[in-house]
């Protein structure tokens, strides 16, 4: 069976501009409308030429930037529009202009505070004089996805006859259940005598969450043209994402639905889209949110790492993304780890327990572990098998002049604690530690960096001490500071022979 093209005919820059804070300037949109060539759209929906000098001059502009694909102007089923519209169009090598009028009762009435019969010839008319000036026209049957079914068949044929090449059947307020929205595609293609001189499209909008599974059902009951926008940016709750349909075509490949989109392209035209329009995509968003292939459940970790397709139906390169991310968390496993160690250069082996028991205790201390805590760790876990390592610390302060630290050691085995003040906790800590250990130290230096962002993030101590002339230096890093100051001290003690 010969799979059917969809075309895509995206809106980004006419509806999803209309997002409040999000418009582009003319350099901008040209900007966008090349990545969206690239990307293998088919349609451009450039603008609403009469509403502004801006969008008009934005449609001529795109129109001379673009070669392949198809180049739109939005119009109302008013003659000075279309006029406009074609004005703005003269430059583009395939151009659409694409007008309409409401045909629910709501819009109807309440709205035009007309009739059906006028609503009929209204559209006829308007179609007719765009085909004056263009070949392809689209006629929009506005909030369509609330019109009654009979009155959208009529209207739908009546436009077809008078010379519309597409027609659209938008969910304008997103109301349509995706069984309602399919039924309300296939009465047209049943019962418009005409249907086969013209495509059916979809646009819908995402007010209850069900933007895509419309569109989706748009086009496996007779829709050919689906209107989209990147990242499913739009009004209010946003329109039909691209790459949620392309994808879902793509995976379902049972449905013999195709579309000519470069998919490797869509991370990259993602990001340009949320740049530009300074709009941040969601993390959990579907295809493109930056935890779309993260995993931090330690029963996805292990099935992923076995076999990507154990917990993703979509490969991350196939969507421009490197590669499936593995999330270190509290809720992540020996075998998340052990991969994420490997990645770095690490073969932990009879050493993996105690470097995971670690790793549990920062990774309840921290919302994810990143790569630097994981170095600290095996490090740490180095210097588990040293002489002297930290047992107990206990700070006390209040209204002294001086602070109180009581540290206990495990000295080659053997408990040693001491109490000491100091000027702030870090210098009675180290003045404890050298009540115990009976040396003359000099701290040289003392640095801490925080290595990562973030208030739970791991901070990094350096401390560089002198005994008898000679320099030693020692590492350590925590969550808690004043501990990773206390150990980084030690570390260094350590190394005195």
């Known amino acids: 069976m010969a799979s059917d093209k969809i075309y895509i005919f ?45 969008d008009f001059n934005s449609v001529v502009e795109i129109s001379k ?26 430059f583009a090598k395939r151009g659409r202009i694409h007008t309409g009028i409401g045909t629910s009762y709501y819009h109807i009435v309440h709205k035009l505070k007309s009739n059906e019969e006028e609503i009929i010839q209204r559209a006829i008319e308007a179609v007719k004089y765009a085909r004056r000036f263009v070949d392809d026209v689209e006629f929009y049957a506005e909030d369509a996805g609330r019109s009654e079914n009979k009155f959208l068949a009529r209207v739908t044929e009546a436009v077809i006859k008078a010379g519309a090449t597409v027609v659209n059947i938008p969910d304008t307020t997103g109301y349509c259940l995706p069984t309602m929205y399919g039924e309300k595609i296939k009465y047209l293609m049943d019962h418009v005598p005409n249907i086969d001189k013209a495509i059916l499209s979809t646009h819908c909008h995402n007010d209850l969450g069900m933007a895509t599974a419309n569109s989706i059902m748009g086009v496996m009951n007779g829709a050919r043209q689906v ?3 990147i990242n499913g940016i739009g009004e209010r709750a946003g329109n039909t994402s691209l790459e949620e349909v392309v994808m879902t075509l793509k995976s379902h490949k049972d449905l013999n639905l195709v579309t000519g989109i470069k998919t490797k392209k ?43 397709e154990n917990y993703e139906i979509i490969d991350p390169n196939e ?14 496993g020996r075998a998340a780890l052990k991969h994420r160690l490997e990645l770095l250069g690490y073969k932990p082996n009879g050493d993996l327990d105690d470097i995971y028991n670690r790793f549990l205790e920062l990774a309840d201390q921290k919302k994810q572990v990143n790569d630097n805590d994981l170095e600290f760790l095996v490090d740490m876990n180095k210097k588990e098998h040293r002489s002297m390592k930290l047992d107990y610390l206990h700070i006390s302060t209040g209204t ?8 206990r050691l ?13 000027n702030g906790p870090v210098d009675a800590s180290f003045n404890a530690i050298k009540e115990v250990v009976k040396r003359k130290l000099h701290l040289e230096e003392f640095l801490i960096q925080a290595i990562t962002k973030g208030s739970d993030d791991v901070g990094k101590v350096h401390v560089q001490i002198r005994n008898n002339g000679t320099i030693f230096h020692g590492f350590s890093g925590s969550t808690n500071i004043l501990t990773a100051s206390v150990e980084a001290y030690i570390d260094a003690i350590a190394k005195i022979k």
Do not use: W, Y
């Open 10 to 54: 995206d809106t980004t820059l006419r509806d999803g501009e209309q997002v409040p804070g999000c418009q582009l300037n003319t350099i901008e949109k040209i900007e966008v409308a090349k990545a969206l060539e690239e990307l293998g759209v088919d349609v451009i929906e450039a603008g609403f030429p009469i509403s502004s000098p801006g």
């Open 65 to 90: 930037a673009v070669t392949n694909p198809t180049i739109c102007a939005l119009t109302r089923a008013v003659k000075k529009d279309i006029e406009v519209a074609a004005e703005a169009l003269k």
């Open 227 to 229: 209107e989209v926008t």
């Open 266 to 308: 869509i991370m990259k035209t993602s990001r340009l889209v949320s740049s530009l329009m300074n709009m941040p995509v969601q993390a959990n968003k579907a295809i493109v949110g930056k935890n779309a292939f993260a995993h931090s459940s330690g029963i996805h970790q292990d099935g992923v790492i076995k076999n990507r």
């Open 319 to 332: 969507v421009g993304v490197n590669e499936s991310e593995i999330i270190l968390t509290a809720r992540s």
């Open 400 to 407: 002294a002049p001086e602070t109180m630290a009581t540290v």
């Open 410 to 422: 495990n000295v080659n085995g053997e408990l040693q604690s001491a109490t000491a003040s100091g």
